[in-house]
């Protein structure tokens, strides 16, 4: 019998909003005994994200992110910071029991798992990626999808990107990359080790087919059936009050 799984599809959210509804769903879980869920989303505005230990003024450089109108924010998950990208970028997470059968103990396998879902989801564009350890996909050599994965609550929460389009120079102006400077070689550096699915596949896709072929992938590889929902009222009264600490200075600048 196929498994359902509740899909929370297409929110498009600013970055405390987004990270507050991740962790709802995430500590609403176990208690209401939800189905498990995968939710689709975009950052509205464009945001940077850091992970958990990171420290936002050697990661993020704060002035440029306010001249652009570049929300920061902190997540629960590690791994390193992220520019969200409205115009470029689609964002999953997944959360699930973490003695759910279907999901490895093991952190590399859990990843590995994870991210073949989008694996298949991107050869169904026709697209070849692959796996690296611990958290990437690569394609052609090139990082095209970044995840980070926390374990609480009783549940799995990973979440992470696939690049639809990437604007290097812009990332570049929002985080701190190493102390290098914005320049012609440093760009062109970036550009060979980061790719995106419009520059793979040489014309232009939609967020919809992208997000189509995701949800195919998903289903596909966790033999499970994603059904439309929304958040239950449990877990929009856990969004408002995580909302409060996404938001905090105190949350996001702790580090």
Known sequence: MTDKWRLIDMRIENAATQMAIDEAIAAARTTENNPNTLRLYRWNPSAVSVGYFQSIMNEVDTEACKKYGVDVVRR????????????????YSLVAPDDDPKIPEDIISSYRLICDCIIQGLKDLGIDSEFKPINDIIAGGKKISGNAQTRRY??????GTILVDCDVKKIFSVLKVSG??????AIKSAEERVTSLKKIIGSDLTFDEVKYALIKGFENV?????????????????KEKY???YRSPEWVYQR
């Open 222 to 238: 966790l033999n499970m059936k994603l059904l439309n929902g929304d958040l239950t009222n449990y877990e929009n009264e856990l």
């Open 154 to 159: 009783g549940v799995i929460l990973q979440h």
């Open 180 to 185: 290098v400077k914005i320049s012609d070689k």
């Open 243 to 245: 909302l409060e600490k």
């Open 76 to 91: 629960i998950t590690g791994g390193g910071a992220v520019f969200h990208d409205y115009n470029g970028e689609i964002t």
